[in-house]
């Protein structure tokens, strides 16, 4: 079963806000509800829709669900949808305490303890259940050259890893202001060497990264590092020929 969201008061959804509800999570027993965004009259127009997939599902159409200020994906797509720009938005929520384990493929460090590495048992899932329940829901269009998946931060991260892992789902990678944390490197080298390129990459970095930083030299410094290493995700994917 497919519904609408519950009404809330100080919701700010706008548009066709859909949910699957209680799919099973890459923890069996801990399910979620995925949000699907649709284009106006999706579902009586006789079209299938590209899709994009998007991390932090919380963050993306709903101030009374965000944690860190609402994307306002939803007011994006109303006003692409005025230019003839349609698209079906699927939103995953994060795991909460968990999100930087499922967000980043390889075992790094966060501080001085181990932590990390969950990523590839969820694009596993985000691939392998949540997109065919998608795709059985709705009239998406099912070849990977139309068919996105995106993020920021850690979710620039996974995004991108979708490009190593699952090359034939998602044919388009968005990573805004990608978070290569300690231990997450080893992708550099990885897309250096991919064998099926994608179909095109987004990728960002502002020049204040650091905003919440606790000094301004810090802030700074965390700029540069995030500028930095998006140049060099760029410089990867164009050795590996991706133009």
Known sequence: MT??????ATSTVVGDLRVLPGVEGPDPGRCRDILVHLPPRALESGRRYPVLYMHDGQNLFDE???YAGEWQ???TLAILAGEGIELIVVGIPNAGDGRLAEYTPYL???GLRPAGGGGRAYLRWVAGVVKPAVD???PTTRDRRETGIMGSSLGGLISLWAAVAHPDV???IGAMSPAILPGQGRIYRRLRSLAVLPERVYLD???REGSDA????LARRWSAAFTRDARRLRDELLHAGLH
């Open 108 to 110: 790094g460090l966060d």
């Open 3 to 8: 519904g609408r969201p519950p009404a809330s």
């Open 205 to 207: 970095a502002g020049g």
């Open 73 to 75: 994906v939803d007011e």
């Open 214 to 217: 606790r000094t301004e030299a």
């Open 64 to 66: 009374a669900t965000s």
């Open 136 to 138: 059985a829901a709705f």
């Open 170 to 172: 998602f044919g388009r």
